[in-house]
């Protein structure tokens, strides 16, 4: 089945450590999304890109870094510089253009003690 | 800066209440435009969305949103809500270069 695959779902990390979300999806979707999930601040958006070696920051990239190498991966690396990094991640895509519709993954879980 | 506002942060109505659910863009360009709802432990699903053409557009669930360009708004509407349709709101906007924001969320609480 296509779809988007995050992973790992829960994941618990020590402070000062980075740690890498992986994203990947068999849509054959250019373009692919990070956005972050807290209570009461909805998505926001982290990173984007719209095509293969190509990405752009989103409203809250500090702390944040992807790659996007190959067309169906985008993985987030959320680094130690991050300040407040336990929150939920998810990862989309659409297949850009107009009459786009996103698709999301079922998200992963990050918790920073 | 573009964004995505939604009026509401709450919203609580009994069953068989009407709904409108506010939501305004600034952005000036051409957008895609989508509303999406997370029901209590689940991941995000499409409701409806609206890319061109007849501005009322009908989703799942009876829900339906209204496109006003002049105004940049999109509002969730629906006739008469159910207890089941307790759940966080969520508007969001495909900006031309494939950008997509999303609002705050509205939590919408139904009593039964």
């Known amino acids: 089945d296509g779809g988007i695959t995050q992973s790992p779902k829960y994941l618990f990390r020590k402070e000062g450590q980075n740690v890498t979300l992986s994203c990947e999806q068999n849509?054959?979707?250019?373009?692919m999304y990070w956005y972050r999930q807290d209570p009461g601040q909805g998505l926001r958006l982290i990173y984007y890109s719209q095509i293969v070696n190509d990405f752009q920051k989103g409203d809250i990239a500090e702390g944040y870094s992807v790659s996007r190498e190959k067309k169906e991966s985008f993985p987030l690396t959320v680094t130690s510089a991050q300040k407040n990094p336990t929150a939920f991640y998810l990862c989309?895509?659409?297949?850009?253009?107009?009459?786009?519709?996103?698709?999301f993954g079922e998200g992963s879980w990050l918790t920073v003690v | 800066a573009q964004s995505v506002s939604q009026h509401n942060h709450h919203v609580i109505l009994s069953e068989a209440a009407s709904l409108e659910l506010g939501c305004n863009y600034s952005y000036g360009g051409t957008v895609n435009l989508f509303w999406y709802v997370q029901y209590p432990g689940q991941h995000l699903q499409l409701l409806l969305k609206?890319?061109?053409?007849?501005?009322l557009v009908k989703g799942i669930k009876g829900f339906e949103a209204e496109f006003i360009k002049s105004k940049f708004s999109f509002n969730l509407r629906k006739p008469s809500v159910q207890w089941s349709d307790t759940a966080e709101y969520f508007c969001a906007v495909i900006l031309e270069y494939d950008k997509i924001i999303f609002g705050k969320g509205t939590r919408l609480h139904i009593l039964p």
């Open positions: 989309a895509s659409s297949t850009g253009g107009s009459g786009n519709t996103i698709y």
């Open positions: 849509l054959n979707h250019d373009a």
């Open positions: 609206y890319f061109s053409g007849d501005p």
